[in-house]
């Protein structure tokens, strides 16, 4: 009966047989999963479950702040697009003000999208990106069995392993981590399961590994993933320091926070301590588009977070505000995030130092109104700063070699300055680049003195709006700007004095005024006034 059976569906008994053993063969291997995944399920939990978050003394839970990452499918500093075009993609008088990548929002793919299309894949990213976030989240929704589920997460913390003594190689290195979970025979299972393509293998932070180790560690992980090819991989790297080529991995940047974005964080932040505090965070935050410019990045909208809770208001000082946000990416992040031993000229720039180059530099652009500027003259004028550091070798060829070290750590490490196409750059958000400028012209005059040419020449900008911010935030960090004050009105007395159309004006609203001898005519005369203005402009 069974062989009519067979004859009637066209099949040998053989191949019945051969699918029996398959069915069999796959039973065994889910079994083999749920075991191992049993064995390292509290581990995983453990070690990747939560995340610390700058100044606060207790971790949070993954799952309590996670919000949904999305990625651009071609990395901004893959793009080959000239400073004329980039300048044309995004207007200056909304430069980044709501998220430089705005522009290309028809490229953003789901981060759990990606990873599912994508078998192999490099995620690169600024700093405070969220990019290890990322990474914990899927490792515990695989250990959980909500994401991929006939899979098992492998989470390697690359400096870790580099890091490691005797220098195993990634499948020692694995194996080892599954023997301190008591899984037995944990190589022969670990080889099994990776030959049956059942692993998540998430690898993180190639950057903070030492550079003296990082070529090993890179061919280590190319011969791994060739040799376990039809596993899941995802492997994590800050954009400036990406200088290799797996090959098949796919390259993904992680995508700014957008609005919704921001609000599903805040929400989330707020829910576990004050849940009526989400509201006017985000009410504030849309009233203040630059500070909302900030918000774009996770980290530096968990450092708004953190300052909101206490007060329920952001600082009333930008300047503050801004060197705050600065402060968490020239010092308090990095310090957390330790990377491969920095070049001997980077060593010479303290953080002050680093701040006086990008004063340098943000004034320099932003005079000749350059948003996007080429890597040659980013290297120019870092090369004018560092060639007056003691110990530097001033020659040209090497000045020119140190200088492309600087922007590669200022971008890698900080993410203040970063690639926008190829061989383009700017400052991460034009705020910064506002308050640099601003930083270096306090910093460079004497706001005492009756004739300081640096505020004379500021003063001159006091009818560009392009200037607006930087004017205000110069106020705010000199000593006395009385004098700075002093000089705007000179200016616009002089503008005044030379137009015949506005000193007309100016006289016919000094007689209407005269004739205003209550509040209620004065309000009559603030409308005549209004047409004038629409009369004369």
């Not at 990873?115 to 490792?139: E, H, S």
């Not at 392993?161 to 195993?168: H, L, M, N, R």
């Amino acid at each position: 009966m069974f062989l009519g059976i067979c004859t009637q569906l066209g099949l040998s008994e053989h191949e019945i047989a051969e699918a029996d053993e398959e069915a069999g063969e796959v039973l065994e291997l889910d079994k083999l999963v749920r075991q191992v995944r049993g064995l390292i399920k509290p581990w995983i939990q453990e070690q990747y479950g939560s995340i610390n978050v700058l100044s606060m003394t207790r971790p949070i839970g993954v799952g309590d702040i996670y919000t949904d990452v999305y990625f651009l499918e071609k990395p901004t500093g893959r793009q080959r697009l000239s400073l004329k075009e980039l300048e044309a993609n995004c207007l200056k008088e909304n430069f980044d003000r709501f998220g430089f990548s705005d522009y290309r929002k028809g490229e953003r793919v789901s981060g759990l999208d990606a990873v599912d299309q994508c078998q192999k894949m490099v995620v690169l990213g600024k700093p405070g990106a969220g990019k290890t976030t990322f990474l914990k989240r899927i490792a515990t929704q695989c250990n959980l069995g909500t994401f991929h589920p006939g899979l098992i997460p492998i989470f390697v913390t690359l400096k870790q392993f580099a890091e490691t003594k005797g220098q195993p190689d990634l499948f020692a290195y694995i194996a080892n981590q599954w023997a301190e979970c008591k899984v037995k025979d944990s190589e022969s299972k670990l080889e099994r399961l990776l030959d049956e393509g059942r692993a998540l293998i998430l690898l993180d932070g190639l950057d903070e590994v030492n550079k003296a180790d990082s070529s090993r560690i890179i061919e280590d992980v190319r011969r791994f993933s060739q040799r376990f090819y039809n596993n899941l991989y995802v492997l994590t790297c800050r954009i400036a320091t990406h200088e290799f080529k797996l090959e098949p991995f796919t390259e993904v940047e992680i995508a700014d926070f957008d609005d919704q974005q921001i609000a599903v964080f805040v929400t989330k932040w707020f829910e576990l301590k004050n849940p009526e505090r989400t509201e006017s965070f985000l009410r504030k935050l849309k009233e203040s588009p630059r500070v909302r410019e900030l918000a774009t990045n996770p980290l530096l909208l968990t450092l708004l977070c953190l300052g909101f809770e206490d007060s329920a208001y952001f600082s009333d000082s930008r300047a503050v505000l801004y060197k705050d946000a600065l402060n968490v990416l020239l010092k308090t992040w990095n310090s957390s995030k330790p990377g491969g031993e920095p070049e001997q000229v980077y060593c010479q720039l303290t953080p002050d130092r680093k701040a006086d180059l990008l004063s340098q530099l943000a004034y320099q652009t932003f005079e000749q109104g350059q948003y996007f500027f080429s890597e040659k003259i980013a290297k120019q004028h870092i090369g004018q700063y560092i060639a007056n550091l003691p110990s530097i070798d001033t020659d040209p060829k090497q000045l020119s070699i140190d200088s492309e070290v600087v922007l590669k750590s200022i971008e890698g490490q900080h993410g203040l300055l970063i690639s926008r196409a190829h061989r383009i750059y700017s400052f991460s958000h034009l705020t910064f680049q506002e308050y640099f400028t601003a930083r270096k012209i306090a910093t460079s005059c004497n706001p005492y003195a009756d004739d300081d040419k640096t505020l004379q020449r500021l003063a001159r900008y006091v009818i560009d709006k392009r200037w607006r911010e930087v004017i205000l935030l110069t106020v705010e960090m000199l000593p006395s700007a009385d004098r700075f004050l002093q000089f705007i009105k000179q200016y616009i007395d002089a503008l005044i004095a030379e137009d015949d159309t506005l000193q007309e004006l100016l006289s016919w609203v000094q007689q209407k005024t005269k004739l205003c001898r209550y509040p209620l005519q004065i309000y009559f005369c603030s409308g005549i006034l209004y047409d004038a203005l629409s009369h004369w402009f």
